[in-house]
Every structure is written in C-alpha cells, then in structure tokens.
Nanobody
Framework: QVQLVESGGGLVQAGASLRLSCAHSGRSFDRSAMAWFRQTPGKEREFVAVITWIGRTNYADSVKGRFTISRDTANSTLYLQMNNLKSDDTAVYYC??????????????????WGQGTQVTVSS
C-alpha cells in the first residue's frame, strides 16, 4: 500500500520558520517528481514547489526565495523548508508524487499519489 505521510505543520507567528516532511512508502519514488501543494477552504489546491529525481526544482512565485524543497532518497522523505512565513501561507499542505512525469511539473493532474495533508497556520 502506497503511503505519503506529511508532518511538521503547526501554528507559528509571521516571520517564523517551519520544516515540513513527507515520508513515503509502499513503492519507490526515486525516479518521480515530488511536490508540495497547499489549499485553503473554498479555494483550489495550488502548487507550491516541485523537485525532480535529478534535483531540478520549481517554485510558485509567491514562495520563491522563502521556501526550499529537498528530498532524501535514501530515507524516502521529501522536505519543505519554509522561512519568513506570512499569514498568506496559512493552508493545509499536501505532498504528492508523479511517477509518470519526469519534468518539474506544477500541474495538479500530473500527480497521482497524495498525502493526507498537514495544517500550517501563520498568525500575523
């Protein structure tokens, strides 16, 4: 059974940092693009960041320079380091895997495996 399990969310003040983790199991994603998306109530799930299996990255404009995506293939874990958090970053954050698309895609439809999400709340 494939599982992606996010952790590391929480309540922080604006300007603080958090690191999200996504532990995956059940199959190998070593050659997959993996990404973070986020969603707030009443809005579409939006792309945050992606990393390919060779380390190419892409970020949403709203997080460039503040967030860093990385992966530890040996430990089957995806990370999202979030610095200088803003209230607009408040959302449920989801990790996702795309075994079929090798490029750093930001399209939600390209991802076929998803975690259950972790809440990040930034107070101003």
């Amino acid at each position: 059974q494939v599982q992606l399990v996010e952790s590391g969310g929480g309540l922080v003040q604006a300007g603080a940092s958090l690191r999200l983790s996504c532990a995956h199991s059940g199959r190998s994603f070593d050659r997959s693009a993996m990404a973070w998306f986020r969603q707030t109530p009443g809005k579409e799930r939006e792309f945050v960041a992606v990393i390919t299996w060779i380390g190419r990255t892409n970020y949403a404009d709203s997080v460039k320079g503040r967030f860093t995506i990385s992966r530890d293939t040996a430990n089957s874990t995806l990370y999202l380091q979030m610095n200088n958090l803003k209230s607009d970053d408040t959302a449920v954050y989801y990790c996702a895997a795309s075994p079929s698309v090798p490029t750093p895609t930001s399209r939600r439809s390209d991802y076929s495996f998803w975690g259950q999400g972790t809440q990040v709340t930034v107070s101003s």
